[in-house]
């Protein structure tokens, strides 16, 4: 198996849940940009934070990580309290800050020696993780030029290889595939699910709903500071209607005799006649196979029939009457 | 991604021993100096840029600025070296708004070491960039003919209160790097009013031709009580004359007087602008 995190530190064990947000609050004058944030996340899960541009997230995560004083409240992390024992919730856990926090004037694998001596690693041990976090990453290459001429995808991986020095049990990750193309995404997903299979906990935020759902156990919702729905992605998407069945007709002139036969069987039908299409409520696959059995006992040919299940998008449309996903002039380039 | 095993024989040398403040004070000063190594054009402000001074001052202007010493060149070299010094709180500026703005201080506030360590790196890194501009000064002055006239005591004398002055200058540059939003922005500062400042003493020309409102101010500059220390203990210069202000009759005291007042006003300042500034 690939163990990215079983050199893991024998370490203090700890009970309980890896990350408590208790009633978290934080105030900039007279906006509040994080307004009463309460989660748990068990060890060994993943919890996705969700929420659009300017919702705060960094904000809590910055919280969460002693970067930043809550204005009411407080959060455990490890069983360490934030603001009772700073120190030992450091100890405990790895950030990756929104920007790349590399330091673009050293090597890749100096930055990784940086961290390790701050952490107070010996040297040997430093040198040997650091050629595994390289290779790992694939960066043995580039560990020794200097990140200045990285591209925006192997800094984010090198920022991901820092974090991970002294492989901490709790990981935070801020928007960290923000910025980067769908292949240097996808490879870091299955770095993250590697670690996650190795018992880490992680905590992502992101902008994007594909992300939460592939790799989040439980979503918090998060816009205008509040948590506006949590759950796991198919709670979230039930909570948001039930599923559509579609139907879609083979010629144009039949969608009226489809239309008539489908309302005999369901409750409601909606017409899309550019699409030669009918949406109706479905229960589930029952109510499919059902209606599959309908349109093959009659003259009507169709192209296509299935059960639509409602996306996180429709989630979210749902919950806030605006799509989250961010247009594509939002996207901020990692530096 | 390729496939590799983390190798579990390091588990048990990967345990977390929060580093003694020695250690991280070292690690960061290791970090800068690489900056140094990776980019020499940064030491351009300790040395290009001082023997520029030198060889304007020198050659282009020092037929016309008359010293009471024998030659202008070794009259100046002190006072090069005072402004190099003072710059160092630009360099300490340049730094830290440029790991703050890059969210580097932040990183380093996310692992379990003391906030100081930043300053502290910081600051021994600036002395050490500066200490280099000294060195290569020294060496400039040698080949234009300044020399050491003063006994061994008196010239190690002179390097340390350079040194402590320097010190000094740390907490001024912590305070505008904290203050200041931009590397841009130190720059415009750093030009706009530490620049004036230097050469508002007795840096390159004697303060006696001076309006006397202005002569004050220059021989009240600390950067000339320091300037005038160097003269004197490396005999580059008679002593100051009966009309000239009491800090240049008492150059050494003041020097150090000047460097501790500095230091005990501003570092508390300081810690209290870069805590601020690292809080949210
Ligand atoms: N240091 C700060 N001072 C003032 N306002 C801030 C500060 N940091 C964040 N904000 C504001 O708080 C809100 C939440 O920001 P943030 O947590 O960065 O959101 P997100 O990470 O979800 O995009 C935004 O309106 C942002 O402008
Ligand atoms: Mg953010």
New interface residues.
């Given amino acids: 198996m690939t163990l990215l995190a079983s050199a893991r530190p024998v370490r203090e064990r700890f009970v309980g849940p890896a990350i408590e947000a208790e009633h978290l609050v934080k105030r900039f004058d007279d906006l509040t940009a994080v307004d009463d944030v309460s989660f748990t996340v068990p060890q060994g899960s993943v919890l996705g934070m969700l929420g659009p541009n300017g919702a705060g997230k960094t904000t809590t995560v910055r919280m969460m990580t002693t970067l930043s004083r809550p204005t009411s409240g407080t959060a455990r992390v490890a069983g360490h309290d934030v603001l009772a024992d700073p120190e030992a919730v450091r100890r405990s856990m790895g950030l990756t800050g929104q920007a790349a926090t590399v330091d673009e004037f050293l090597t890749g694998r100096e930055n990784i020696r940086l961290m390790g001596a701050l952490y107070g690693l010996s040297r040997r041990a430093i040198a040997a993780r650091a050629d595994q976090l390289l290779e790992r990453f694939t960066l043995t290459e580039a560990g020794d030029k200097v990140v200045k001429d990285y591209s925006g995808g192997m800094r984010r991986r090198l920022d991901l290889a820092v974090s991970l020095i002294a492989a901490p049990h709790v990981l935070f990750l801020d928007e960290p595939t923000t910025g980067l193309d769908p292949r240097s995404r996808s490879e870091l997903w299955e770095v993250l699910r590697e670690l996650v299979s190795d018992g880490t906990t992680l905590l992502l935020t992101t902008q994007y709903l594909e992300e939460a759902d592939q790799l989040a156990d439980r979503i918090v919702v998060i816009d205008h500071g509040r948590v506006i729905a949590e759950g796991t992605a198919l709670e979230l998407k039930d909570q948001s209607g039930k599923a559509a069945l579609v139907v879609t007709v083979s010629h144009a002139d039949q969608l009226e005799a489809a239309r008539a036969l489908l309302a005999a069987h369901v409750a409601e039908v909606h017409v899309d006649i550019a699409a030669r299409q009918l949406t109706a409520p479905a229960e589930g696959l029952t109510d499919m196979t059902r209606i599959a059995r309908v349109f093959d006992g009659s003259e009507i040919v169709l192209d296509d029939l299935g059960l639509k299940r409602p996306t996180l998008d429709d989630v979210f449309l749902h919950l806030t009457g605006r799509r989250a996903e961010p247009q594509a002039d939002d996207i901020e380039e990692p530096r | 991604?390729?496939?590799?095993?983390?190798?579990?024989?390091?588990?048990?040398?990967?345990?977390?021993?929060?580093?003694s403040l020695r250690?991280?004070v070292r690690?960061m000063v290791?970090?800068n100096l690489?900056?140094i190594r990776?980019?020499p054009e940064m030491l351009a402000d300790v040395t290009i840029q001082p023997i520029m001074f030198v060889v304007l001052f020198a050659y282009v202007f020092g037929g016309s600025i008359s010293t009471d010493s024998t030659s202008y060149r070794e009259w100046l070299l002190p006072g090069i070296m005072a402004q190099t010094m003072t710059f160092s709180c630009a360099i300490v500026a340049l730094g830290l708004t440029a790991d703050l703005n890059?969210?580097?201080v932040?990183?380093?506030?996310?692992?379990?070491?003391s906030r100081a360590s930043v300053l502290i790196g910081r600051s021994v890194s600036s002395l050490i960039h500066s200490s280099i501009g000294v060195v290569v000064m020294a060496v400039t002055g040698l080949v234009i003919g300044w020399r050491i006239r003063g006994g061994v005591g008196e010239a190690l004398l002179a390097f340390g209160l350079l040194l402590l002055f320097g010190f000094a200058m740390i907490w001024v540059g912590i305070v505008s790097g904290s203050l200041l939003k931009s590397p841009e922005a130190v720059q415009g500062v750093m030009f706009t009013v530490i620049f004036p400042v230097t050469f508002l003493a007795n840096t390159f020309a004697p303060t006696e031709h001076m309006l006397p409102a202005l002569r004050v101010i220059a021989e009240w500059n600390p950067i000339s009580s320091l300037v005038q220390a160097m003269r004197t203990l490396w005999g580059n210069s008679p002593p100051a004359g009966p009309e000239a202000a009491w800090p240049l009759h008492h150059p050494v005291l003041m020097t150090v007087v000047w460097s501790v007042g500095i230091t005990v006003v501003l570092a508390p300042l300081a810690v209290r602008a870069f805590n601020r500034r690292t809080?949210?």
């Fill in positions: 991604m390729t496939t590799t095993t983390l190798d579990t024989a390091t588990t048990e040398s990967l345990t977390i021993t929060p580093p250690r991280q690690t290791w970090r690489k900056h990776r980019m890059k969210g580097i932040d990183r380093f506030r996310s692992l379990p070491i809080t949210d």
